[in-house]
């Protein structure tokens, strides 16, 4: 059988398995039964998967003959919210929902265990599977890569795949060149000094300074980048006070960064700061900005990701692989990977079939899981060209 055929051979497999992570989500680091989940399945594969950093998996297989070391990557963690999909392997929980598709990516990669075990003596290096934590708090890629991911055996080419519910079911797109936005995200906490609401002479309000902030930081976008530049800030978060006649002590702000390039990503980093320092100066309040988390943009290296763009076309059809996708302003921390080797990523799309195609991270959403046999497929067929290509 040919590596699609492999792949179809395990379908149902990659579903069951899919299934059973889809209803035991969890958050962040906490994966304990995600990982003891991982742990058994490719134990009964023939791996002995490690232990990498919190709550990271990491499995090898291949290097019977020598050769180069690729990197496959699936992350593992869910979104704190609760499933409204109607699917009858849906959450039980209230806290915790697949709703971005980690569970696919992680049943597709232990698909492609399976297979890369079955044909380890056809490997002509080492496949690294690297089974992730925490991609939605943009912590866990970091975690896993100061953990020591990228050697033992040394990784020298890396990619990943992420369904998207918009996208044709089964279809593979990718972007030559940035793909996704740098994402960091930061709390600002404004010091006033509270009082009676009647008395605001003797107060000095958090809540005004945080209005005046939430204003001001627009202008870094609308004034200070260049119109050819991309640049997002948005403030996802304004809490201060309980009480309707008291002017509070302090106010919190959260949001986030998202560019495509540093020079301007450190830019508004910067104006950040000096914005809120000023404003909060100006009404004689303190302020302080703190970054929670931070990941670079997730740029694809050119040739790795023609490389790979070939042999997928080769593997699926030139109907099913394409070039076109426009960067996403989104985030994704596997650019901490791409930004230590040479690396691709695609999109798989997972459109369901009557059923709206809804986008990343909503309540409602389903991922048709036909495309998650071509996933597997890619997986396998782009890291065996890659090796076969770099002996």
């Known amino acids: 059988m040919d590596i699609l055929e492999r792949a179809q051979a395990l379908r149902d497999e990659i579903i069951e398995n899919r299934r059973w992570l889809h209803a035991h989500p969890e958050l962040g680091f906490a994966l304990d039964n995600t990982v003891g989940f991982v742990k058994e399945k490719l134990r009964s594969y023939g791996y002995t998967p490690v232990d990498c950093g919190d709550h990271g998996v ?11 070391c690729i990197l496959i990557r699936g992350d593992m963690d869910a979104l704190p919210m609760k499933e ?3 699917l009858p392997f849906a959450a039980a929980c209230d806290n915790a929902a697949h709703t971005c598709g980690h569970d696919t990516h992680t049943a597709m990669l232990l698909g492609a265990a399976k297979l890369l075990k079955e044909m380890e003596d056809e490997l002509p290096g080492t496949v690294k599977l690297m089974f992730q934590p925490a991609e939605e708090l943009i912590a866990g890629a970091k975690n896993m890569v100061d953990s020591g991911v990228l050697e033992n055996p040394h990784v020298d080419a890396a990619f990943g795949i992420h369904t998207m519910a918009m996208l044709p079911c089964g279809q593979l797109h990718y972007s030559r060149g940035p793909m996704f936005a740098s994402c960091d995200l930061f709390t600002i906490t404004v010091k006033g000094h509270g009082g009676h609401g009647s008395q605001p002479q003797n107060s000095i309000d958090p809540i005004v300074v945080g209005s005046h902030l939430v204003t001001a930081l627009q202008t870094i976008n609308a004034r200070e980048i260049s119109p050819k530049d991309v640049a997002v800030l948005t403030i996802g978060s304004f809490q ?17 960064i998202r560019t495509f390039d540093p020079e301007v990503r450190a830019l508004v980093r910067r104006r950040l700061c000096e914005i809120t320092a000023g404003t909060a100066s100006t009404f004689r309040a303190e302020a302080a900005v703190d970054f929670l988390s931070e990941t670079a943009p997730l740029v694809t290296d050119l040739p790795t990701m023609d490389l790979l763009g070939v042999s997928l076309r080769a593997l699926f059809g030139a109907n099913t692989v394409f070039d076109d996708l426009p960067p996403f302003s989104g985030s994704e921390d596997f650019a901490y990977v791409t930004s230590a080797v040479p690396s691709g990523f695609f999109v798989l799309g997972g459109a369901p079939e009557d059923y709206p195609a809804l986008p990343q991270h909503n309540p409602r959403i389903r991922f048709n899981e036909d495309a998650l046999v071509n ?17």
Do not use: F
């Open 84 to 86: 409204e999909s109607g």
């Open 375 to 391: 996933g597997t497929a890619a997986y396998v067929g782009g890291a065996l060209a890659w090796l076969k290509a770099n002996p």
């Open 240 to 256: 201060s006070g309980s009480a309707c006649n008291v002017i509070p002590e302090s106010a919190k702000l959260m949001g986030s």
């Open 58 to 68: 990491v499995a090898t297989v291949g290097g019977r003959h020598g050769g180069k």
